[in-house]
């Protein structure tokens, strides 16, 4: 097994991501016992802020894999939101929903970062699942180019993770601004609202955090062995 200083660095990161997650759940249970003043269910939100959009035609679904499994299917051009956002009337289940609804939007605008995050998406799966076997083999046969091209691919796997954060954040905010908007949220509402979003960007910041400091000991092992 290969030790480096950034180790140290990587698991520090390793640790926040844990916190964020830790994070994420407790602000979704604080806030899912909070019922919301306008007393709809996150889907009845999800398809008000699609209409109002003028996007009629995207579906609003229940999904089946379980707890925080929200999301939107750009193919399908449907938002799917778990138990307790679909049929919940809580500040979480709105906000989730929202966000979800957030992509949508985000889709049908042609933002810019989401269509890169798209184009990426394919080399970047196949990276971060064939990376590791080239490191591995590389280290192992002591063979530099094989160490190499699992770096190239590696770095389509971050740049990806690094795409989604602005794609995330964006969404985020599209939804905050769409619930007050619309008068779906009361003022102190909005606080429970940012609370639960922010908390879950936390994890996509700490993941991508995490990806970098493993590339950048990758890049320095590499170089070293050359």
């Known amino acids: 097994m290969i030790f480096h200083p950034m180790d140290f660095l990587i698991f520090a990161a390793l640790g926040l991501a844990l916190w964020a997650q830790t994070k994420v759940k407790g602000n979704f249970e604080k ?11 996150g889907a009845q939100v999800a398809r008000l802020i699609l209409d109002k959009e ?23 051009k449907t ?5 307790p956002v679909f049929a919940g009337n809580s500040i979480s289940s709105l906000a989730v929903a929202a966000h979800e609804v957030g992509h949508a939007i985000q889709d049908d605008t042609r933002y810019g970062m ?12 196949i990276g971060s699942q064939v990376a590791p076997f080239l490191f591995i083999g590389g280290f192992v ?28 954040f964006d969404a985020s905010n599209r939804a905050r601004k769409k619930l007050v908007d619309l008068g779906l ?33 990758f890049i320095l092992i590499f170089r070293g062995r050359r």
């Open 54 to 76: 003028g996007l009629s035609h995207v579906k609003v679904e229940h999904s089946r894999n379980g707890t925080l499994s929200d999301h939107y299917d750009p193919t399908a």
């Open 79 to 83: 938002v799917r939101l778990s138990d």
């Open 114 to 125: 989401l269509l890169l995050r798209h184009r990426l998406f394919p080399v970047a799966n």
């Open 141 to 168: 046969l002591d063979m530099m180019n094989l160490i190499g091209v699992g770096i190239v691919l590696f770095a389509a796997a971050v740049l990806f993770q690094v795409v989604t954060l602005p794609v995330e």
């Open 185 to 217: 949220i009361e003022n102190q509402e909005e606080k429970g609202i940012s609370n639960v979003l922010n908390a879950a960007a936390l994890t996509y910041v700490a993941s991508t955090l995490m990806a970098i400091l493993q590339l950048i000991k």
């Open 31 to 41: 806030w899912s016992r909070v019922r919301a003043s306008s007393n709809l269910t």
